[in-house]
């Protein structure tokens, strides 16, 4: 059981790991990282921290539900992050905090 989605964070290959969030959800979490950490766009590290940290903020001392890792495992990406050049997908930054 669970959703088992994945969020990919490019070019440094980390693969956020969510059992339980469903498509939507983690997309939602996406967002509101984005938009919280905006002045952090041009700082991966940080903007990765702050991207999982956004996923998994109502579970930080869970034992499961939430992975990292650089091989994917299971599941499905529901979105490539990528840090370096601002987009998800093929949407800037901005489009993409801005799409409902």
Do not use: C
């Not at 984005?34 to 041009?42: A, C, D, F, Q, T």
């Amino acid at each position: 059981m669970g959703e088992r989605n994945n969020v990919k964070l490019v070019p440094d290959g980390i693969i956020i790991y969510s059992h339980w969030d469903d498509k939507q959800s983690l997309i939602s979490k996406v967002k509101k990282a984005l938009i919280r950490g905006k002045e952090r766009w041009n700082d991966r590290q940080y903007l990765n921290r702050i991207i999982f940290s956004e996923v998994i903020r109502d579970d930080v001392p869970g034992l499961t539900g939430y992975g990292l890792t650089t091989d994917m495992h299971d599941g499905d990406i529901v979105l490539i992050v990528d840090t370096e050049n601002q987009k998800v997908g093929n949407k800037s930054f901005e489009e993409f905090v801005k799409v409902k």
